[in-house]
């Protein structure tokens, strides 16, 4: 391990805990929800522990959070890490708070070390990596990086109605626009995170090297049938919507498995049917469908055989549907001299380690828009994630931060 500075693990744990105990549901789960008072209590339990390091803080018009480490060149641009502390209901405590509280950790020990970086360290608290709230995952990133304009996020609408504007407003003052970054704003970033899979594990891997991250796309597809008394209808007459809506979910899997990429993975998270009564066929329903590969053409034939797929079981059930696309990004590329290093550092730290995927997306996805872009990602235990056992080990913990610090060193030197 590097000798010029030391992270304090039992700081960073300590703090993990303390995080986590900021939730809207008893530990061991993790509820936090954008602008809900456990989001609003968690930021200011950061920048609370930012300022007691003696670094300096901006929030922008939408609730990103930047923590400042100051260089000594200010016509130079900064480095940034980060990742997010929001968490969908019934979460684990390691979910982008690794990336957070370890990218402030990191600062820290570089800090008491003594350094003194020549380009700034910026850690970056991204809005709503999350799309619990509006259903749109990263928020936050996606405007920075304009892949959401300003005009299209104060469009969003959450369940009972209430607008993004409406939620930010006691919060945050500025307007949406001024959140939006140009590119190259920033000279890299890198994010620590969780691997949310169990490659690391399985291989026994101190880290992981991101080189790509998958394409997400999202789409909501409403299907409208006719009710009618449960009793009454005989079958031949039915125009079931939750059967139709239940053969296209099928039809989601099937396109994910004979896809000619080995990443391609397609999941129906919501279902909904109405008037949702035993004895009264459903005239209408809806599907949520997430979709990702990290071959964006493979990706695209199969959500083009979904649709044909519902285009031919509606005709046949004699029901309608109407398709929405939520979103549809490109993948990302991770920087090949940020990749070379990781892997320069990661060999003088004696960390095993290999190149990898992620299958899940991160803000980091966005960042790679504007600025070269890598992550970091450590074991945690069975691959599991986004439920209350969540885990990563200490010492995992440590070596990703360990990681983290010594890749900032030398990119702000």
């Known amino acids: 391990m590097s000798e010029t500075f030391h992270i304090q693990a039992d700081r960073l744990l300590g703090e993990l805990h303390e995080l986590a105990q900021i939730s809207e549901h008893p530990a061991p789960a993790v509820t936090r929800i954008l602008f809900s008072p456990e989001d609003l209590a968690a930021r200011i339990f950061l920048l609370e522990k930012a300022h007691q390091a003696g670094f300096s ?31 969908i209901p019934n979460a684990g405590a390691y979910d982008g708070t690794v990336g957070v509280l370890g990218g402030l950790e990191a600062m820290r020990a570089l800090k008491e070390a003594g350094y003194q970086p020549r380009r700034s360290i910026e850690l970056i608290m991204f809005t709503a990596e999350e799309p619990t709230r509006f259903g749109l995952g990263c928020l936050g990133s996606r405007l920075m990086s304009r892949c959401l304009s300003a005009d299209e996020a104060s469009q969003l609408r959450d369940a009972d109605g209430k607008s993004l504007d409406e939620w930010r407003g006691p919060h945050c003052t500025g307007a949406l626009s001024e959140v939006a970054l140009r590119e190259n704003d920033y000279h890299a970033f890198i994010e620590l995170h969780i691997e949310q899979g169990n490659l690391l594990e399985a291989k026994q891997l101190d880290v992981g090297l991101v080189e790509k991250i998958a394409a997400p796309a999202s789409f909501r597809l409403r299907f409208h049938g006719s009710g009618g008394h449960a009793g009454a209808v005989l079958m031949p007459g039915r125009r079931d919507a939750f059967l139709a809506a239940a053969e296209v979910a099928l039809a989601v899997e099937k396109a994910a498995i004979v896809s000619s990429s080995p990443d391609t993975v397609g999941t129906t998270g919501v279902i909904d049917v109405w008037p949702k009564a035993i004895n009264s066929i459903p005239c209408e329903a809806l599907l949520e469908i997430d979709f990702r590969d990290t071959d964006v ?4 034939i199969a959500i083009g055989q979904i649709r044909q797929a519902a285009d ?12 929405h696309c939520i979103h549809q990004d490109p993948p990302a590329i991770c920087s090949s001299w940020l990749l070379d290093e990781l892997e320069s550092n990661a060999r003088m730290l004696d960390l095993s380690h290999c190149r990898m995927v992620s299958r899940a997306y991160h803000d980091a996805l966005f960042m790679a828009r504007i600025c070269p872009t890598v992550m970091i990602f450590i074991p945690c235990r069975n691959g599991w994630s986004h439920r209350p056992d969540e885990y990563a080990s200490p010492e995992a913990i440590s070596r990703g931060t360990q990681l983290l610090a010594e890749t900032l060193r030398k990119l702000s030197q």
Do not use: K, Q, Y
């Not at 901006?58 to 016509?75: C, E, F, H, K, Y």
């Not at 053409?297 to 695209?300: I, M, S, V, Y």
């Not at 031919?312 to 398709?323: D, G, K, L, P, Q």
């Open 57 to 87: 803080s901006r929030m922008d018009a939408v609730g990103n959070i930047m923590i400042r480490m100051a260089g000594t060149d200010p016509s130079l641009t900064a480095i940034a890490t980060g990742s997010h502390t929001d968490a």
């Open 312 to 323: 031919a079981i509606c005709a046949r059930r004699n029901v309608t549907f109407e398709w």
């Open 297 to 300: 053409e493979a990706r695209d």
